[in-house]
T-cell receptor, first 114, second 114 residues
C-alpha cells in the first residue's frame, strides 16, 4: 500500500518556466515532508522540507506547498533551469528528527528543455 | 569532512547466495539507515542502526540483517538472495538530535541477482 504517491512519472518543461511536481499521501500520522533530488549514480540529496504546521516553505527558486486537509503537497521550481533535470522524490515521516523513518514516493523525472 | 560512502558500487550475485554491503557514515554521525530502491520505485526503509543497536525496521524479512560498528560504519547482509532483491541499496547517515532533513545519502550499491 503506497502511503506516498507521485502519480505522474515524468514532467517536461521549458527553461525559464515553472515546474510543478505533485505528491499525495494517505497516512494521517505523517508530520514532516521532504523533497529529494536524485541524479544518476548519486544518492538522493535533500532539497526542501515542510512541517505539517505550515502551509508553505520557500528557499530560493524552490517552494513547497502543503494542503493538509487534502493530504497533498507540491514543489514549485521557478524559474526552471536545465540543471534541475533529475528525479524528484517526495518523502514523509511521522516526526521531524534525524532518526525518523522516511517513506518515499516513486519519484518524478523532470526534464527541463533549453 | 567526508560524505557517506558505500562499497562496492556494483555487485552481481546468483540466487541463493549471500551478500554484504558496506556503508561509511559521514564524520560525526551516529545513525545509519538502509533503504532498498527497486527499479521504478522510491527508496523503501529496511532498518536503522543507532549506536550499534537496531532502532526500527521496515517490512523486510529476517534474511535482511545489519550491523553497526563502534566507528558507526554499517553493514547490510542479505542471505538466500532472491531475484527480487535486485535493487539499488542506499544508506543514509545522520546525527541523532538533528533534523530529518539532515539524513545524508550515499551513492548506493547496485545489486543484481541472477
Amino acid at each position: 500500500d503506497q502511503q506516498v504517491k507521485q502519480n505522474s512519472p515524468s514532467l517536461s518543461v521549458q527553461e525559464g518556466r515553472i515546474s510543478i511536481l505533485n505528491c499525495d499521501y494517505t497516512n494521517s500520522m505523517f508530520d514532516y515532508f521532504l523533497w529529494y533530488k536524485k541524479y544518476p549514480a548519486e544518492g538522493p540529496t535533500f532539497l526542501i522540507s515542510i512541517s505539517s504546521i505550515k502551509d508553505k516553505n520557500e528557499d530560493g527558486r524552490f517552494t513547497v506547498f502543503l494542503n493538509k486537509s487534502a493530504k497533498h503537497l507540491s514543489l514549485h521550481i521557478v524559474p526552471s533551469q536545465p540543471g534541475d533535470s533529475a528525479v524528484y522524490f517526495c518523502a514523509a515521516s511521522e516526526w521531524a528528527g534525524a532518526n525518523s523513518k522516511l517513506t518515499f514516493g516513486k519519484g518524478i523525472t523532470l526534464s527541463v528543455r533549453p | 569532512e567526508t560524505g557517506v560512502t558505500q562499497s562496492p558500487t556494483h555487485l552481481i550475485k546468483t540466487r541463493g547466495q549471500q551478500v554484504t554491503l558496506r556503508c561509511s557514515s559521514q564524520s560525526g554521525h551516529n545513525t545509519v539507515s538502509w533503504y532498498q530502491q527497486a527499479l521504478g520505485q522510491g527508496p523503501q526503509f529496511i532498518f536503522q542502526y543507532y549506536r550499534e543497536e537496531e532502532n526500527g525496521r521496515g517490512n523486510f524479512p529476517p534474511r535482511f540483517s545489519g550491523l553497526q560498528f563502534p566507528n558507526y560504519s554499517s553493514e547490510l547482509n542479505v542471505n538466500a538472495l532472491e531475484l527480487d532483491d535486485s535493487a539499488l541499496y542506499l544508506c543514509a547517515s545522520s546525527l541523532s538530535g538533528a533534523g530529518a532533513n539532515e539524513q545524508f545519502f550515499g551513492p548506493g550499491t547496485r545489486l543484481t541477482v541472477l
